[in-house]
T-cell receptor, first 112, second 111 residues
Framework: DGGITQSPKYLFRKEGQNVTLSCEQNLNHDAMYWYRQDPGQGLRLIYY???????QKGDIAEGYSVSREKKESFPLTVTSAQKNPTAFYLC???????????FGQGTRLTVV | EDKVVQSPLSLVVHEGDTVTLNCSYE??????LLWYKQEKKAPTFLFML????IEKKSGRLSSILDKKELFSILNITATQTGDSAIYLCAAPNLINDKIIFGKGTRLHILP
């Protein structure tokens, strides 16, 4: 089945550690996005990529990094520089700006 | 700066009521407005609106776009407890390729 898969669903991290969230899609979509969701904040854009080997900062990129080495994959690394990393992270993809974006099931990251 | 503003942020109604959710936008190079429903995890797509004044319907849900007033509404008639969710509105900017989301409306339907 075609879709977008995020893993893991739940992740616990100690303060000071980097952690990488996985996002894979088999929809042959060019564009991929990472959002962070906090209660009452809606979805805030972290990074996005329109094509392989290229990506742009979103509105809250500080403390995060990404790579886009393959069309199917857009992993997000939450670094120790991110001051408040506990949140729900959503990955999305679309084929172009004239179509809707599809979302993964999300990863809930908790820093302990 | 592009923005999407939803109202109300929270709404509690009784089963059977009709609700109207609002979304206003200021997005340069606007092309379409998107509505999503988020129950537990992944937002699921409801509607994409590109033309002003043309209502889109899916069962008890309907939505319309006003490109002159930069506004969209999502109506839900005869609400059911299964309609309880966060409803998200979004608009892509065609120049910088960002998809901008509002903060969402948290809808709770009481039995």
């Amino acid at each position: 089945d075609g879709g977008i898969t995020q893993s893991p669903k739940y992740l616990f991290r100690k303060e000071g550690q980097n952690v990488t969230l996985s996002c894979e899609q088999n929809l042959n979509h060019d564009a991929m996005y990472w959002y962070r969701q906090d209660p009452g904040q809606g979805l805030r854009l972290i990074y996005y990529s329109q094509i392989v080997n290229d990506f742009q900062k979103g509105d809250i990129a500080e403390g995060y990094s990404v790579s886009r080495e393959k069309k199917e994959s857009f992993p997000l690394t939450v670094t120790s520089a991110q001051k408040n990393p506990t949140a729900f992270y959503l990955c999305a993809s679309n084929s172009n700006m004239n179509t809707e974006a599809f979302f993964g099931q999300g990863t809930r990251l908790t820093v302990v | 700066e592009d923005k999407v503003v939803q109202s109300p942020l929270s709404l509690v109604v009784h089963e059977g009521d009709t609700v109207t959710l609002n979304c206003s936008y200021e997005v340069t190079n606007f092309r379409s407005l998107l509505w999503y429903k988020q129950e537990k995890k992944a937002p699921t797509f409801l509607f994409m609106l590109t033309s002003s004044g043309i209502e889109k319907k899916s069962g008890r849900l309907s939505s319309i776009l006003d490109k002159k007033e930069l506004f969209s509404i999502l109506n839900i008639t005869a609400t059911q407890t299964g309609d309880s969710a966060i409803y998200l509105c979004a608009a892509p900017n065609l120049i910088n390729d960002k998809i901008i989301f509002g903060k969402g409306t948290r809808l709770h339907i009481l039995p």
